[in-house]
């Protein structure tokens, strides 16, 4: 699965709350490549490096506060929009930004002198990819006069070519415009026509008209919560629809599928008998924006509203009065930004250079204040991903609360307890945590090295937890667990087809004959993977149970510890 | 019944004939040349039409069916029809606002296959007549489907399974409505006008003054009045705005990146009498002044439906609900194809063709069809069709249909 973000200048909010949606109940969907163009593109870079939410939430109300202070709003002379850019995405896109989303971002652009549509997806260096990002955020007299250079040729906004990227056919498509995308905001109205501008579908209808001046006026902060909210809504109604809210245990018992059922085609991810997925998905559809967005949010409103001199700029004749005194307005605001570009030693070309220049220096040390007193209000609250890892946490533990209790005290108490060891003597961090919980749930991705080693390497410490992902619990307390040899012949000591072998059982959807051999098992295998498992999957698991109940008890009597134990599969009822 | 419609038509227009209709034909005369549309174009729709159906592998025929008097003087409807000589149950697809028989291409053949297929031009689209319609939305309904029904008996079909995408999902469920011994299977792609209006549109959204003065302006227009008032420029317009729909056609048709753009504008750039007709059946901004909420639970309870929308699609898609839930007794079969947007046709052909495919043999087996109880309609199902007294239309020679064959392709496949 693919993602694709629209590009929409200010609009972009949108695709804070759809990601905030995404990273809460669908990370699966993160994983593969994520295409945008011109705001698109940045959020889609900040999606794959995996950014605090919240900070960048708070940044990008940032950047409208100022846009809309000026006196030609975002037209100002003053504000310039690539700088802004540069500078937050200097700060917040990790030293080796470059390196994560190679290969994963794919950047529309449009070159300057033919109009043709460039995609970019491979970014050498930082600067690169910086560069690439600026590129496709640039309109001409809007961002400026001269397009940023990348890679020796002008180029400037993927959306004047194609807005809405789309790599192929299992794409995700984004838009903050009313329209035939995958997750756009369904208008009211029912108008019947759209127009396809440069890929991007847009109903002809009245919000779409307004959020058509949005695009480069920003609207209120209000406005802009609605809209991040609207986001996070849509998101979550197109995750509901299509059976794409999955709990942290679905994602496992479906690798467990794909181990015994690689031919299937269709991507039916939901298992309907899974109480977890039900209770998980009736409270998605009651959830709302987290805290952490929904308080930056608050503040940038009342920010905006409080205070006398707001109260004051907010009455009818004084807005009049800045109206009229706009056109005595615009020289003097022409002639600071002149001066503090002059003194900067900043012409109009260098502005595409990574240098910083006089005025922006001048905002940028308010608003590096300002934004710090957002991140410690920020750190406060809890992040994405703190609450995503407590989730699996909260889940792992209800379930052997629930097994302990029910059945097979010492089968059990002993997983877990080897759970809780390793918990305190591999304390996974955060991030790695939540990619694993994450990565059980796509198909694709042994493909990526990376993850891949890094999955090994925590698995190869946690095979207790392993044993977590490959239960079945539909309150028939069936619970299979492979452990896998690494244990007891380190790889060094295997042959490289062990090794392979045993990566095949870990992670692989191959599941042949011969791994089955191993075990000494009488049952037709190649029969069970002909049949369609989705159609009754409890009654595979009860086949299965059976045929191994002798395995599984002689292994639970055994004095043997578990990793010196070849292919073991263990069944407890 | 074709001679009232018209002589209401007539009244009905006459008095509708307010200061905006005056300005607008005023306008149309001043700029005449420029504006108007021209001998050359008919031919030109023809062969453009031609070189789309050039991908059609079946052999067809094309021709006029000449339909009478229904809502002007003379009605054609320009028909074409696959695999006719076939024993099944035929097949008969409406098209959408602003499309035209063309657009079917890529699944005549699949569809033709199985059992004979008719695919009409609607009054006052494509290649048909265009008569003006009565400015009362339901009399438009009315003749749309009075159309449709003496096209029927014209081409002298029985039975047989109604397929509408659209503004044609509205008529051939009118149809339904007033002639249940007539449709065997309804199949609903992505329909139209079904949904009642909001009441809270405006509430919730609170607009800025010039979004709604800009709507408001708009109102009076017909729903394609850019393409016409484009001129010239109309062909480059279709193109721009609508480079989707070409490129949908790109695995069928050669050059498809010129040809359905002009096959587009061609459609639409004649009088807008379809258009304006649908016009009058919409309220506000794409909202029908008659939804077909109000009357499905009138659709005979044995009259088996099949709704099929794509899951992107821009007209409601709670419609397969609506029947569900306004039908509790009665057959409803509800399919969303997956990554398709409202050209459902177009998106996902192959998935689409399986999905009515199905529902067609599902209506050969359904054997209910000749038991139906037709208690309340008057006309009693028959194996002839009624034979339309003379009195009824102002062409009365015409009950052979007169078949104005084009061309006929002998292609084989």
């Given at each position: 699965?693919?993602?694709?973000?629209?590009?929409?200048?200010?609009?972009?909010?949108y695709?804070?709350?759809?990601?905030?949606?995404?990273?809460?109940?669908?990370?699966h969907?993160?994983?593969?490549?994520?295409?945008?163009?011109s705001?698109?593109?940045?959020?889609?870079?900040?999606?794959l490096?995996?950014?605090p939410i919240?900070?960048?939430?708070?940044?990008?109300?940032?950047?409208?506060?100022?846009?809309?202070?000026?006196?030609?709003?975002?037209?100002?002379?003053?504000?310039?929009?690539?700088n802004?850019?540069?500078?937050?995405?200097?700060?917040?896109?990790?030293?080796?930004?470059?390196?994560i989303?190679?290969?994963?971002?794919?950047?529309?652009?449009?070159?300057?002198?033919?109009?043709?549509?460039?995609?970019?997806?491979?970014?050498?260096?930082?600067?690169?990819?910086?560069?690439?990002?600026?590129?496709s955020?640039?309109?001409?007299?809007?961002?400026?006069?001269?397009?940023?250079?990348?890679?020796?040729n002008?180029?400037?906004?993927?959306?004047?070519?194609?807005?809405?990227?789309?790599?192929?056919?299992?794409?995700?498509?984004?838009?903050?415009?009313?329209?035939?995308?995958?997750?756009c905001?369904?208008?009211?109205?029912?108008?019947?026509?759209?127009?396809n501008?440069?890929?991007?579908?847009?109903?002809?209808?009245?919000?779409?008209?307004?959020?058509f001046?949005?695009?480069?006026?920003?609207?209120?902060?209000e406005?802009?919560?609605?809209?991040?909210?609207?986001?996070?809504?849509?998101?979550?109604?197109?995750?509901?629809?299509?059976?794409?809210?999955?709990?942290?245990?679905?994602?496992?018992?479906?690798?467990?599928?794909?181990l015994?059922?690689?031919?299937?085609?269709t991507t039916?991810e939901?298992?309907?008998?899974?109480?977890?997925?039900?209770t998980?998905?009736e409270?998605?559809?009651?959830?709302?924006?987290?805290?952490?967005?929904?308080?930056?949010?608050?503040?940038?409103?009342?920010?905006?509203?409080?205070?006398?001199?707001?109260?004051?700029?907010?009455?009818?004749?004084?807005?009049?009065?800045?109206?009229?005194?706009?056109?005595?307005?615009?020289?003097?605001?022409?002639?600071?930004?002149?001066f503090?570009?002059?003194?900067?030693?900043?012409?109009?070309?260098?502005?595409?250079?990574?240098?910083?220049?006089?005025?922006?220096?001048?905002?940028?040390?308010?608003?590096?204040?300002?934004?710090?007193?957002?991140?410690?209000?920020v750190?406060?609250?809890?992040?994405?991903?703190?609450?995503?890892?407590?989730?699996?946490?909260?889940?792992?533990?209800?379930?052997?609360?629930?097994?302990?209790?029910?059945?097979?005290?010492?089968?059990?108490?002993?997983?877990?307890?080897?759970?809780?060891?390793?918990?305190?003597?591999h304390?996974?961090?955060?991030?790695?945590?939540?990619?694993?919980?994450?990565?059980y749930?796509?198909?694709?991705?042994?493909?990526?090295?990376?993850?891949?080693?890094?999955?090994?390497?925590?698995?190869?410490?946690?095979?207790?937890?392993?044993?977590?992902?490959?239960?079945?619990?539909?309150?028939?307390?069936?619970?299979?667990?492979?452990y896998?040899?690494?244990?007891?012949?380190?790889?060094?000591?295997?042959?490289?087809?062990?090794?392979?072998?045993?990566k095949?059982?870990?992670?692989?959807?191959?599941?042949?004959?011969?791994?089955?051999?191993?075990?000494?098992?009488?049952?037709?295998?190649?029969?069970?993977?002909?049949r369609n498992?989705?159609?009754?999957?409890?009654?595979?698991w009860?086949?299965?149970?059976?045929?191994?109940?002798?395995?599984?008890?002689?292994?639970?009597?055994?004095?043997?510890?578990?990793?010196?134990r070849?292919?073991?599969?263990?069944?407890?009822? | 019944?074709?001679?009232?419609?018209?002589?209401?038509?007539?009244?009905s227009?006459?008095?509708?004939?307010?200061?905006?209709?005056?300005?607008?034909?005023?306008?149309?005369?001043?700029?005449?040349?420029?504006?108007?549309?021209?001998?050359?174009?008919?031919?030109?729709?023809?062969?453009?039409?031609?070189?789309?159906?050039?991908?059609?592998?079946?052999?067809?025929?094309?021709?006029?069916?000449?339909?009478?008097?229904v809502?002007?003087?003379?009605?054609?409807?320009?028909?074409?029809?696959?695999?006719?000589?076939?024993?099944?149950?035929?097949?008969?697809?409406?098209?959408?606002?602003?499309?035209?028989v063309?657009?079917?291409?890529?699944?005549?053949d699949?569809?033709?296959?199985?059992?004979?297929v008719?695919?009409?031009?609607?009054?006052?689209?494509?290649?048909s007549?265009?008569?003006?319609?009565?400015?009362?939305?339901e009399?438009?309904?009315?003749?749309?489907?009075?159309?449709?029904?003496?096209?029927?008996?014209?081409?002298?079909?029985?039975?047989?399974?109604?397929?509408?995408?659209?503004?044609?999902?509205?008529?051939?469920?009118?149809?339904?409505?007033?002639?249940?011994?007539?449709?065997?299977?309804?199949?609903?792609?992505?329909?139209?006008?079904?949904?009642?209006?909001?009441?809270?549109?405006?509430?919730?959204?609170?607009?800025p003054?010039?979004?709604?003065?800009?709507?408001?302006?708009?109102?009076?227009?017909?729903?394609?009045?850019?393409?016409?008032?484009?001129?010239?420029?109309?062909?480059?317009?279709?193109?721009?705005?609508?480079?989707?729909?070409?490129?949908?056609?790109?695995?069928?048709?050669?050059?498809?990146?010129?040809?359905?753009?002009?096959?587009?504008?061609?459609?639409?750039?004649q009088?807008?009498s379809?258009?304006?007709?649908?016009?009058?059946?919409?309220?506000?901004?794409g909202?029908?002044?008659?939804?077909?909420v109000?009357?499905?639970?009138?659709?005979?309870?044995?009259?088996?439906?099949?709704?099929?929308?794509?899951?992107?699609?821009?007209?409601?898609?709670?419609?397969?609900?609506?029947?569900?839930?306004?039908?509790?007794?009665?057959?409803?079969?509800?399919?969303?194809?997956?990554?398709?947007?409202?050209?459902?046709?177009?998106?996902?052909?192959?998935?689409?063709?399986?999905?009515?495919?199905?529902?067609?043999?599902?209506?050969?087996?359904?054997?209910?069809?000749?038991?139906?109880?037709?208690?309340?309609?008057?006309?009693?199902k028959?194996?002839n069709?009624?034979?339309?007294?003379?009195?009824?239309?102002?062409?009365?020679?015409?009950?052979?249909?007169?078949?104005?064959?084009?061309?006929?392709?002998?292609?084989?496949?």
């Amino acid at each position: 699965m693919n993602l694709s973000f629209a590009g929409c200048g200010f609009l972009g909010i949108y695709h804070v709350g759809v990601s905030v949606c995404l990273k809460k109940y669908a990370p699966h969907l993160l994983l593969g490549s994520i295409s945008g163009a011109s705001f698109g593109a940045v959020s889609a870079c900040c999606l794959l490096c995996d950014l605090p939410i919240g900070e960048i939430t708070s940044d990008v109300l940032r950047i409208v506060g100022e846009a809309r202070a000026g006196s030609l709003g975002p037209f100002s002379p003053s504000f310039n929009i690539q700088n802004v850019l540069l500078e937050s995405m200097e700060r917040y896109l990790p030293a080796d930004a470059h390196k994560i989303v190679s290969g994963k971002l794919h950047i529309s652009l449009t070159r300057v002198y033919d109009g043709k549509n460039i995609i970019v997806s491979k970014f050498a260096t930082r600067e690169d990819l910086l560069q690439a990002l600026l590129a496709s955020c640039f309109v001409p007299v809007f961002s400026g006069m001269l397009p940023p250079k990348f890679h020796g040729n002008r180029y400037m906004d993927g959306g004047f070519s194609d807005n809405l990227p789309v790599l192929d056919e299992n794409t995700i498509t984004v838009s903050p415009f009313c329209g035939e995308s995958d997750i756009c905001p369904r208008d009211l109205s029912s108008q019947l026509f759209h127009v396809n501008l440069a890929n991007t579908s847009i109903e002809l209808s009245k919000q779409n008209m307004n959020r058509f001046a949005r695009i480069l006026f920003p609207p209120k902060p209000e406005v802009l919560s609605n809209m991040c909210k609207q986001g996070f809504d849509d998101a979550l109604r197109f995750l509901h629809r299509n059976n794409m809210i999955t709990c942290t245990r679905c994602l496992a018992v479906q690798s467990t599928y794909q181990l015994q059922d690689v031919l299937d085609d269709t991507t039916f991810e939901y298992d309907p008998d899974c109480e977890e997925c039900k209770t998980h998905r009736e409270n998605a559809l009651v959830d709302d924006l987290p805290d952490t967005v929904m308080t930056i949010f608050q503040n940038a409103i009342d920010s905006a509203n409080n205070g006398l001199v707001n109260w004051v700029m907010q009455q009818r004749g004084m807005r009049a009065v800045s109206l009229l005194t706009l056109p005595y307005r615009i020289p003097v605001d022409v002639m600071y930004a002149t001066f503090t570009n002059y003194v900067g030693g900043n012409v109009e070309t260098h502005a595409e250079q990574y240098t910083v220049v006089g005025n922006v220096r001048v905002i940028r040390k308010r608003c590096v204040r300002h934004n710090n007193t957002m991140t410690r209000f920020v750190a406060c609250t809890p992040k994405m991903s703190k609450s995503l890892w407590r989730l699996s946490w909260r889940i792992i533990r209800q379930l052997h609360g629930f097994l302990y209790s029910a059945h097979d005290r010492s089968e059990v108490a002993r997983v877990y307890y080897k759970l809780t060891m390793d918990k305190d003597e591999h304390r996974l961090d955060k991030r790695r945590a939540s990619q694993l919980c994450v990565t059980y749930g796509d198909r694709d991705i042994p493909t990526e090295p990376d993850t891949f080693e890094h999955i090994l390497n925590v698995t190869n410490h946690n095979d207790a937890l392993l044993a977590y992902y490959y239960l079945d619990s539909d309150n028939k307390m069936k619970m299979t667990e492979i452990y896998d040899v690494t244990d007891a012949d380190t790889d060094a000591v295997q042959s490289p087809t062990e090794r392979d072998l045993n990566k095949q059982l870990e992670f692989d959807n191959d599941w042949s004959g011969d791994l089955m051999a191993d075990d000494q098992d009488e049952i037709d295998i190649e029969e069970e993977l002909d049949r369609n498992i989705f159609s009754d999957p409890e009654s595979e698991w009860r086949s299965r149970a059976k045929s191994y109940s002798i395995d599984s008890a002689a292994s639970s009597e055994s004095d043997q510890p578990e990793s010196d134990r070849p292919i073991t599969f263990m069944h407890a009822e | 019944m074709g001679s009232e419609l018209n002589i209401a038509t007539t009244n009905s227009s006459f008095l509708s004939r307010a200061w905006i209709g005056n300005i607008f034909s005023m306008l149309w005369n001043w700029t005449g040349g420029w504006l108007s549309w021209t001998q050359q174009s008919d031919t030109m729709l023809r062969n453009v039409e031609k070189t789309i159906l050039s991908c059609v592998k079946t052999v067809y025929k094309r021709f006029y069916v000449d339909i009478g008097s229904v809502v002007g003087q003379c009605d054609k409807i320009w028909t074409i029809s696959l695999n006719d000589e076939a024993p099944q149950t035929p097949l008969v697809m409406l098209h959408g606002m602003g499309a035209g028989v063309a657009l079917w291409c890529p699944n005549l053949d699949a569809l033709a296959a199985t059992r004979p297929v008719y695919a009409i031009d609607l009054l006052g689209f494509g290649r048909s007549s265009r008569p003006k319609f009565s400015s009362d939305a339901e009399k438009v309904e009315a003749q749309w489907v009075e159309s449709v029904e003496e096209w029927r008996r014209e081409v002298k079909l029985n039975h047989f399974v109604l397929l509408g995408h659209s503004l044609g999902g509205f008529i051939a469920t009118a149809y339904a409505l007033k002639y249940p011994e007539r449709v065997r299977h309804l199949i609903l792609a992505d329909p139209w006008g079904f949904p009642e209006k909001p009441a809270n549109v405006y509430e919730k959204y609170q607009l800025p003054f010039w979004v709604r003065a800009v709507a408001t302006a708009l109102q009076p227009l017909n729903p394609l009045w850019a393409v016409r008032a484009a001129g010239p420029a109309g062909k480059w317009l279709v193109s721009k705005t609508r480079p989707d729909i070409s490129r949908k056609f790109m695995n069928y048709v050669p050059d498809a990146q010129t040809v359905i753009p002009e096959y587009l504008y061609q459609c639409n750039s004649q009088t807008p009498s379809g258009e304006s007709a649908f016009h009058t059946l919409m309220h506000g901004f794409g909202w029908a002044k008659n939804p077909m909420v109000r009357r499905v639970d009138k659709i005979h309870p044995d009259l088996p439906v099949t709704v099929l929308y794509g899951s992107r699609s821009w007209v409601d898609n709670s419609t397969g609900q609506l029947l569900t839930e306004h039908r509790p007794n009665s057959t409803t079969y509800v399919q969303v194809i997956n990554g398709a947007g409202h050209h459902i046709y177009l998106d996902k052909p192959d998935l689409f063709n399986k999905y009515v495919i199905e529902a067609c043999a599902r209506a050969d087996e359904d054997t209910s069809f000749t038991t139906r109880n037709y208690e309340n309609t008057e006309a009693p199902k028959d194996t002839n069709p009624p034979q339309k007294s003379d009195g009824d239309t102002l062409t009365s020679d015409n009950t052979i249909p007169k078949q104005t064959q084009n061309s006929t392709q002998a292609q084989t496949s």
